[in-house]
């Protein structure tokens, strides 16, 4: 199945000039949405993963589901002031200005295996600050899955060498 039919393109979002790959039509087709999860799950079958990180907001549906068929737990990284409980957090810069996210100080236990999970690496700021915040807790980075590569914009030098998958590349 091309996977890249099911997922419809947006010109000029979120501003001019800007193509968005809105992955919310591949979430609704339950073929697609099935093939997306088999192809960033099978990789690591054989792995025990004991913990996937979801990154805000779309890495939550896909990291959720990944984490429910590989029967690990799962963990969400968030934009500051989101989370309830006693977080840490790690500031990333962005091409214009920084950010900020935070994960629970608690989420992950030193020497868990963890899989991180999005819909999109891009830049690789996000992926990056979120490693970073594994690696905080003493969480052990098995591995790093995304269903969108934007390739030319080489996200992937900012991972350090960390084993990363993608499902579809642009």
Known sequence: MD??????HVPDFPKPGILFYDVTTLFRDP??????????????????VDVVVGIESRGFILGAAVADRLNAGFVVVRKPGKLPADTIQVSYD???????????ADAIESGQRVLIVDDL??????????????????????????LIELAELNGRKKLGGEQVRVVLRY
């Open 121 to 146: 690496l891009a830049t690789g700021g996000t992926a990056r600050a979120t490693i970073d915040l594994v690696k905080q807790t003493g969480g052990e980075v098995l591995g790093m899955a995304f």
């Open 94 to 104: 962005l091409e214009y200005g920084s950010d900020v996210l935070e994960m629970h």
């Open 3 to 8: 996977l890249k039919t099911k997922i419809r």
């Open 31 to 48: 073929g697609g949405f099935q093939q997306a999860l088999d192809d960033l799950t099978a990789p690591y079958d054989a792995d025990a």
